[in-house]
């Protein structure tokens, strides 16, 4: 219960939760018996419909995945990437008025009390149907610790991870801390109950814009069922989302609900 309540205070000391526009971090992967090419794969469709009377935001939709493209035992080469399509009703009744992509590649090393990682981060941000002639992305290069607790008859896969903005258009970010808390409990033969909670926070270049640190974040919780080839999430959860309006730099805070389709 000690590791327990250590891990959520980690999650919760970067602020209340990660927002859902950003992928989340790779899955935990256990040590092969021999290096191996592609020993696993992980790949998500999913939908949230967030709870506001803005018409900019009705829908938060991510289609993504991440692989182990190689897993020497030491470690593992690990690539993840992720679209999110936010739909609101402003222009029609179903308007994709944002494209975020995410491309994150990462090495790893396996030690007895984590597994850590070199990250290279990018994210890109892109408007839907609406003019926008300049770069609106940014580059991180950081580093994450991971690890899998056994807690009772549940798992709690813990990431934290740091990094410094080595390039930036448009965003006056300048390092960002980030954890996430993934706690599953099995239920039945295939069926379990989980929560998530995750959290990033951004310092800033105040003599760009003005402004301060900026944190936001995520808590959800569902029911997971598996499947013979795959599985589905039924979740809820509140969301402070950073910088939900890419070009006004305002945040946004709602209620969630949805729906994840998975590849197991």
Do not use: C
């Amino acid at each position: 219960m000690r590791r327990a309540a250590l891990a959520a205070w980690l999650v919760f000391a970067f602020s209340a939760g990660a927002s859902a526009q950003y992928a989340r971090p790779p899955g935990w992967a256990p040590t092969p018996a021999a290096p191996d090419l592609f020993t696993r794969t992980s790949f998500h469709l999913f939908a949230t419909k967030l709870a506001t009377g803005d018409r900019r935001f009705g829908w938060d939709t991510h289609f993504g995945g991440d692989l182990d493209v190689v897993d020497y035992r030491a470690g593992r080469l690990v690539l993840l990437v992720d679209y999110n399509a936010v739909i609101g009703s402003e222009l029609r009744a179903i308007d994709p008025n944002q494209g975020n992509y995410t491309l994150e590649p990462s090495l790893s090393l396996r030690t007895p009390a984590a597994e850590l990682a070199l990250v290279f981060h990018h994210v890109s941000r892109h408007l839907g149907d609406r003019a926008k002639t300049f770069a609106l992305d940014w580059n991180v290069l950081g580093a994450r610790a991971m690890r899998r607790l056994a807690v009772g008859g549940a798992t709690a896969d813990l990431a934290v991870g740091a990094g410094r903005f080595v390039q930036h258009s448009f965003v006056d970010y300048t390092w960002t801390a980030n954890a996430d808390l993934l706690l599953r409990r099995p239920i039945g033969a295939r069926v379990g109950a989980f929560a998530r909670a995750s959290g990033e926070t951004f310092g800033t270049d105040r003599s760009l814009y003005g402004r301060g640190r900026q944190s936001g974040g995520s808590v959800e919780g569902g029911v997971h069922v598996r499947g013979a080839g795959g599985a589905v999430e039924l979740f809820a959860g509140v969301e402070r989302r950073v910088d939900a309006d890419a070009i006004g730099r305002t945040p946004g805070t709602w209620a969630i609900a949805g729906f994840r389709f998975l590849s197991r």
